[in-house]
């Protein structure tokens, strides 16, 4: 999968109206298809779409990056101490959000991997 799909270096943020089309197999095939850097730069675009939509006060559309974060911490970028990353970031997403979706990854990732 090509990173400048979703990802573009030069814009500051995805659209808010664009984040919830960033789905787990869409993370997946990008750290699949992806060189290192490139896998790593997922996260930090990420974190970035964090801090702008807390700003924005953007909840539902927040809970989900936080669910991303969580998810691509856990799964397929698995850096040191990914649990409690994982853990904060899944937290969080259940906090802006009461999906149950994220109730159950919380326990998905207390379970361990």
């Known amino acids: 999968?090509?990173?400048?799909?979703?990802?573009?270096?030069?814009?500051?943020?995805?659209?808010i109206k664009l984040i919830t089309q960033l789905t787990e197999k869409v993370l997946d095939d990008l750290y699949s298809s992806n060189d290192e850097t490139l896998q790593f730069n997922v996260f930090f675009i990420l974190l970035n779409e964090y801090h702008y939509l807390k700003k924005e006060k953007a909840k539902e559309e927040l809970a989900h990056v936080c669910y991303l974060l969580s998810y691509y911490l856990f799964i397929p970028l698995t850096p040191p101490h990914l649990e409690e990353l994982a853990l904060a970031y899944a937290e969080e997403a259940l906090n802006y959000s009461e999906n149950s979706k994220y109730a159950e990854?919380?326990?998905?990732?207390?379970?361990g991997n």
């Open 1 to 15: 999968m090509n990173f400048n799909e979703y990802f573009k270096f030069e814009s500051e943020v995805i659209p």
């Open 105 to 111: 990854w919380i326990e998905e990732v207390k379970r």
